[in-house]
């Protein structure tokens, strides 16, 4: 990938050995998003699909051209780490480079895809649509 934000991810993750590591380090990276009013955890931002209780917020930053900004939570630790990582790569950027990204080849290239229960590799790829969902959405406003 020559994303430099994905680049990063991937360079991350190469230093951790084994599943197990990278399990964790998801669960950390979870661990640290800031987690979202209780307003906010409401029927409209939840992630409809994903088995575990998620909710992602989509915010437009007023710049130029208008950046994307999301922020999530979940009642997962794993789920709150993926979406810890598609807000390291997806967020703060604009709705073309947002569309663009290809964030499951990054799961793939960091081994996360191919680790993951059916269930958990769904709602990641709930959360990835509906990102890319808001960008189009975006895109087709202006």
Known sequence: ???TRARAIIDEFDFLDDWEERYTHVIEL???LEPL????RNETNKVKGCVSQAWLVSETV???PPRLRFRADSDAHIVRGLAALL???MSDRPA???AAIDARALF???GLAENLSAQRANGLNIMI???QAEAQATLTKT
Not at 37 to 40: F, G, T, V, Y
């Open 1 to 3: 990938m020559d994303d």
């Open 30 to 32: 979870g661990k640290a």
């Open 37 to 40: 009013a209780p307003e906010e």
């Open 62 to 64: 007023a710049d130029n």
């Open 87 to 89: 807000i390291r790569l």
């Open 96 to 98: 073309t480079e947002i």
């Open 108 to 110: 793939d290239a960091i």
């Open 129 to 131: 649509e509906r990102i």
